[in-house]
């Protein structure tokens, strides 16, 4: 499949009417208006079809071609549990998180990077960086990024460690001036006490006390 290819096909599901309310949403740029669970299906079909290296070059064309569903799609194609040698991606992923312009483009590049975490946890070393940047969407991409930590049954020690690491700013992301992040960091409490009661229960407290502290 060629970038055109993708392209044209992003384009045939297009519509006018959502496209417009993501600009809307997001700003100026170039929208074309598929749905999500539509663009969720187109991936996991392209996903089939084409295998690595070339899903990787596909998705650095579409990133490339500045337009909202493509960049999008170029997260979603990254998105995979099992990838053989995924260093190279895990690096582009990285480096779209620098360039993301919106949250939504955030959270699919956090759902694809989130996996990659989850095989390597020294990856998590970018994640605590992103926590302390002075930009929203960076702070709101650490939390995507560890989700996957907070939605473990049954972590092992190395993982126990990795969301404890997270729980020391997760505190403070819960009172970040950004309502946007701090919602996300509520989000992500919720998700680590389905599983882990005790410790979500913590980060709570310590939150508490800050507050009554003030």
């Given at each position: 499949m060629t970038p055109q290819e993708a392209l044209s096909a992003l384009q045939s599901e297009g519509d006018?009417?959502?496209?417009?309310?993501l600009s809307t949403r997001f700003g100026a740029g170039d929208?074309?208006?598929v749905a999500p669970a539509r663009l969720e299906e187109i991936a996991r079909t392209w996903r089939q079809d084409v295998a690595f290296p070339e899903r990787l070059d596909l998705a650095r064309a579409l990133w490339e071609s500045d337009i909202f569903d493509a960049r999008v799609m170029a997260a979603k194609l990254l998105t995979q549990a099992r990838i053989k040698d995924d260093a190279e991606i895990w690096d582009q992923i990285c480096a779209w998180i620098a360039q993301a312009?919106?949250?939504?483009?955030?959270?699919a590049l956090g759902a694809a990077g989130g996996r990659r975490i989850i095989v390597d946890l020294s990856r998590m070393a970018m994640v605590h960086d992103l926590a302390t940047s002075e930009r929203a969407l960076d702070r709101r991409a650490a939390m995507i990024l560890s989700t996957p930590l907070a939605k473990l049954a049954h972590p092992s020690k190395d993982e126990l460690n990795a969301i404890d690491d997270v729980?020391?700013?997760l505190t403070h992301a819960l009172q970040d001036a950004d309502k946007d992040v701090a919602r996300t960091a509520d989000t992500w409490v919720r998700a680590l006490g389905k599983h882990d009661k005790k410790r979500a229960k913590m980060v709570r407290r310590v939150v508490e006390m800050r507050k009554s502290d003030v």
């Open positions: 006018a009417t959502r496209a417009a309310d929208y074309i208006g312009r919106n949250w939504a483009e955030i959270d729980l020391f700013w």
